[in-house]
């Protein structure tokens, strides 16, 4: 049967062999605090290209040592990471999955010793820490970070970059007013609490010219926070700012009660689909190979991100072509000896 799912996708000349993403998840397996990648990297992520997954998404790698999230976590702050960074980008690219990188800081919700800094200094719950309100100057060198990030993220090699501005981490957190009660440029209206962001994407595309995605929370689960309508106007801009594609996520900007089920975030993809007529990822409880068809046939999303279900099975896509009646390319080393 014809998929779309195992159809290819070309995106800012970057050609994805099928529509299947790994979805961005920390490992927290930096055994030192210096961020470097390690065995385990080298071994998880390879394991999913020759899964067949069309394109890898690094998990949340910190542009400062203090936005890390934990102090496990992937960094991309110094010029000493690219070279464990490039290694495994080849480890990937070797078995023809597209690999990118998603830059992030973690703003209030770094839990790594030392100051904490955010758009306002208000906690995320009552058992964390009270951050910083960052200064003009925070701002500016926390902007110039992404931008070495993505400078470093090119020269080690990645197809792709993903900024994180979703889970309430340090980009969410100006965007959100639960979290942002600025009363200078980057706070207050809908645009002064995009600004952050708007120079953030402009930063990065004065030195990466390929694909660009943004991780959204396209909702807060909160009265007075965001919702999809927010994110709509929001991801208008990013078009125009060249921004290719939407990685649509929700919620962790405040504590919420979010009830969860299959594909409960899609809709929100479609919606800035739709709206916003942007190619989006849909992402959230995807487990199935029909109902990510259904995702893409439907037009409610140009690709789909799997996290858990390919932590459970990396060959995930194997399951998905058998599902779907189709067969896909196996490594030519299963097909030496025996029949796959
Ligand atoms: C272990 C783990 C780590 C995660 N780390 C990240 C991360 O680094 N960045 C991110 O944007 N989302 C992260 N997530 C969220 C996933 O990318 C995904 O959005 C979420 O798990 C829902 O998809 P699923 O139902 O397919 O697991 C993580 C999820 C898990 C399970």
Known sequence: ??????????????????????????????????????????????????GQVG??????????????????????WSDEHVGGLRELVSLV?????????????????????????????????????????????DIEETIQAFQN????????????????AA???????????????????????????????????????????GPLFVRISASDYHPEGLTVKDYVPYAKRMKKQGVDLIDVSSGAVVPANISVYPGYQVPFAETIRREAEIATGA???????????????????DLVFLARELLRNPYWPYAAAKELGTTIPAPVQYERGWRF
């Open 1 to 50: 049967m014809e998929t779309m799912l195992f159809s290819p996708y070309t995106i800012r000349g970057v050609t994805l062999k099928n529509r299947i993403v790994m979805s961005p998840m920390c490992m927290y397996s930096c055994d030192t605090e210096d961020g470097k990648v390690r065995n385990w990297h080298k071994i998880h992520y390879p394991t999913r290209a020759v």
């Open 55 to 76: 394109l890898i998404i690094l998990e949340a790698t910190a542009v400062t040592a203090q936005g890390r999230i934990s102090s496990r976590d992937l960094g991309i």
């Open 93 to 137: 690219k070797e078995h023809g999955a597209k690999i990118g990188i998603q830059l992030a800081h973690a703003g209030r919700k770094s839990e790594v010793d030392g100051e904490i800094i955010a758009p306002s200094s208000i906690p995320f719950s009552e058992k964390t820490r009270t951050p910083k309100e960052m200064t003009k100057a």
């Open 149 to 164: 990030g993505a400078r470093r993220a090119k020269e080690a090699g990645f197809d792709i970059i993903e900024i994180h």
């Open 167 to 209: 889970h309430g981490y340090l980009i969410n957190e100006f965007l959100s007013p639960l979290s942002n009660k600025r009363q200078d440029e980057y706070g207050g209206s809908p645009e002064n609490r995009y600004r952050f962001l708007g120079e953030v994407i402009d930063a990065v595309k004065e030195v990466w010219d």
């Open 283 to 301: 992402v959230g409880l995807i487990t199935s190979g029909w109902q990510a068809e259904e995702i893409l046939r439907n037009g409610r999303a």
